[in-house]
């Protein structure tokens, strides 16, 4: 149960951190790549997009 629910707020934040990226001023294509990569990786995913992916993404996905 605990494993659970571990599991599910990984990926409710993983959702939100994909819904970010949807938003950004990039091309649709690059930004669903982006965001479901994030969601599938879940808690990995997660800690790349907040520890270091977060300012660099409007750039890597405008390119």
């Known amino acids: 149960?605990?494993?659970?629910?571990i599991w599910f707020?990984?990926?409710?934040?993983?959702?939100?951190a994909a819904l970010k990226?949807?938003?950004?001023n990039a091309?649709?294509?690059k930004k669903w790549i982006a965001g479901?990569?994030?969601v599938l990786t879940s808690w990995i995913g997660l800690f790349f997009y907040d520890f270091?992916?977060?300012r660099r993404f409007p750039v890597w996905l405008n390119r």
């Open 1 to 5: 149960m605990v494993g659970f629910a």
């Open 9 to 16: 707020i990984g990926l409710v934040l993983a959702l939100k």
């Open 21 to 24: 990226i949807w938003n950004l």
């Open 27 to 29: 091309p649709k294509r």
């Open 36 to 38: 479901m990569l994030i």
């Open 52 to 54: 270091y992916g977060r």
